[in-house]
């Protein structure tokens, strides 16, 4: 009796917890599926949007968020960056399934050809969500337009001022050495591309650079970028495995990377033997070419990445179409220019 008395009581009690972790689970789910439909700022808009990209909290993608913001708020629409608005990291995956579940008017993402990108991409185009994708496509999808940078174009800017180095700045060895730093875990073409260009800049220079400059010797690196620490390790091996294998020259394609390889200049004494071409122009950045430690940035217009994505999608609902690719503006800053680009800034302000 004792024994059915105590199953009976061990029944109700698991039947108890599952009702509750039920009711948490719904409870958390009317809670984000709100917080996703409604805007903070209390205004019923005409359409929402999802921005998702891999690293939501850096300053790039925040001064690409704001800019896509104001525009969609001018075309009756609201975008959203879903991570900051969640506890924990998630996967741009999950992200993905959230915004589809969420029945979001567009999605923006960061997309690359990661494993099952593809696939949401196209699981969002079935459910009748149009999604652009920004910086990095996704060639084989469903995606509505891609916007981005000329990656072609970037990579012979950074060919032409490594050129400019070459011919101008003192190199110790007998080569000037050259390292590209990329990001190991991107499936995206785009920085295959630049650091091509940057190859092919370099060796259309070598016909007319007989005394004027050293060969120029490029090598590629692979950067763990999966957090910050380990972008910091993968930049901190190029600095401790001898002085004469430390690079003259790095090239760096994201603003994580820049930063963390300012940051390794300063910390290991290399500054003035180790020139930096960086990427973006956050107020680090800015900073460090005024201290002659960053060599020069190439900033990318992010106010048009943000209004470009914005565009295509009102431009989808107005006409049923729109362009596949929209490509954003870059220029060079350095030491000539950074005091113009910070006047500039404050105007803007």
């Given at each position: 009796?004792?024994?059915?008395?105590?199953?009976?009581?061990?029944?109700?009690?698991?039947?108890?917890?599952?009702?509750?972790?039920?009711?948490?689970?719904?409870?958390?789910?009317?809670?984000?599926?709100?917080?996703?439909?409604?805007?903070?700022?209390?205004?019923?808009?005409?359409?929402?949007?999802?921005?998702?990209?891999?690293n939501p909290g850096s300053s790039f993608w925040q001064s690409v968020y704001s800019s896509?913001?104001?525009?969609?708020?001018?075309?009756?629409?609201?975008?959203?960056?879903?991570?900051e608005n969640l506890s924990g990291d998630y996967a741009m995956t999950d992200l993905m399934e959230m915004a589809i579940a969420a029945r979001a008017d567009g999605i923006?993402?960061?997309?690359?050809?990661?494993?099952?990108?593809?696939?949401?991409?196209?699981?969002?185009?079935?459910?009748g969500i149009p999604v652009i994708t920004?910086?990095?496509?996704?060639?084989?999808?469903?995606?509505?337009?891609f916007v981005g940078v000329g990656n072609y174009n970037l990579g012979k800017e950074y060919g032409k001022l490594i050129i400019d180095m070459a011919n101008f700045r003192e190199f110790a060895g007998e080569t000037i050495d050259v390292t590209?730093?990329?990001?190991a875990g991107s499936e995206d073409s785009g920085q295959n591309v630049l650091a091509a260009a940057i190859q092919e800049a370099i060796e259309k220079d070598i016909p007319d650079a007989v005394g004027r400059h050293k060969p120029i010797a490029i090598s590629l690196e692979a950067v763990d970028a999966s957090n910050n620490f380990s972008v910091e390790e993968s930049v901190r091996k190029l600095f401790v495995s001898g002085k004469e294998n430390i690079p003259d020259i790095i090239v760096c394609l994201n603003e994580n990377d820049t930063n963390s390889v300012y940051?390794?200049?300063?910390?290991?004494?290399?500054?003035?033997?180790?020139?930096?071409?960086?990427?973006?122009d956050s107020d680090a950045i800015l900073k460090g070419i005024e201290r002659d430690v960053i060599r020069a940035t190439l900033s990318i217009d992010t106010g048009q990445l943000g209004r470009y994505c914005?565009?295509?999608?009102t431009e989808y609902y107005e006409t049923g179409n729109t362009s596949q690719y929209f490509t954003a503006d870059s220029y060079v800053i350095d030491k000539t220019?950074?005091?113009?680009?910070?006047?500039?800034?404050?105007?803007d302000q």
């Amino acid at each position: 009796m004792n024994n059915k008395k105590f199953n009976l009581i061990s029944i109700w009690v698991i039947t108890g917890t599952l009702a509750v972790l039920t009711g948490l689970l719904l409870i958390f789910f009317i809670a984000f599926s709100g917080s996703l439909s409604s805007p903070h700022d209390d205004v019923t808009y005409g359409k929402y949007y999802v921005l998702i990209t891999d690293n939501p909290g850096s300053s790039f993608w925040q001064s690409v968020y704001s800019s896509s913001l104001e525009e969609a708020k001018e075309q009756n629409a609201y975008v959203e960056m879903i991570a900051e608005n969640l506890s924990g990291d998630y996967a741009m995956t999950d992200l993905m399934e959230m915004a589809i579940a969420a029945r979001a008017d567009g999605i923006i993402v960061t997309a690359g050809e990661a494993d099952g990108m593809t696939e949401l991409i196209e699981k969002a185009y079935n459910a009748g969500i149009p999604v652009i994708t920004l910086l990095n496509d996704n060639t084989n999808s469903e995606r509505l337009s891609f916007v981005g940078v000329g990656n072609y174009n970037l990579g012979k800017e950074y060919g032409k001022l490594i050129i400019d180095m070459a011919n101008f700045r003192e190199f110790a060895g007998e080569t000037i050495d050259v390292t590209v730093l990329l990001d190991a875990g991107s499936e995206d073409s785009g920085q295959n591309v630049l650091a091509a260009a940057i190859q092919e800049a370099i060796e259309k220079d070598i016909p007319d650079a007989v005394g004027r400059h050293k060969p120029i010797a490029i090598s590629l690196e692979a950067v763990d970028a999966s957090n910050n620490f380990s972008v910091e390790e993968s930049v901190r091996k190029l600095f401790v495995s001898g002085k004469e294998n430390i690079p003259d020259i790095i090239v760096c394609l994201n603003e994580n990377d820049t930063n963390s390889v300012y940051q390794a200049v300063v910390d290991y004494n290399e500054v003035g033997r180790v020139n930096i071409l960086g990427y973006y122009d956050s107020d680090a950045i800015l900073k460090g070419i005024e201290r002659d430690v960053i060599r020069a940035t190439l900033s990318i217009d992010t106010g048009q990445l943000g209004r470009y994505c914005i565009d295509a999608l009102t431009e989808y609902y107005e006409t049923g179409n729109t362009s596949q690719y929209f490509t954003a503006d870059s220029y060079v800053i350095d030491k000539t220019n950074v005091g113009e680009y910070r006047k500039g800034e404050q105007h803007d302000q």
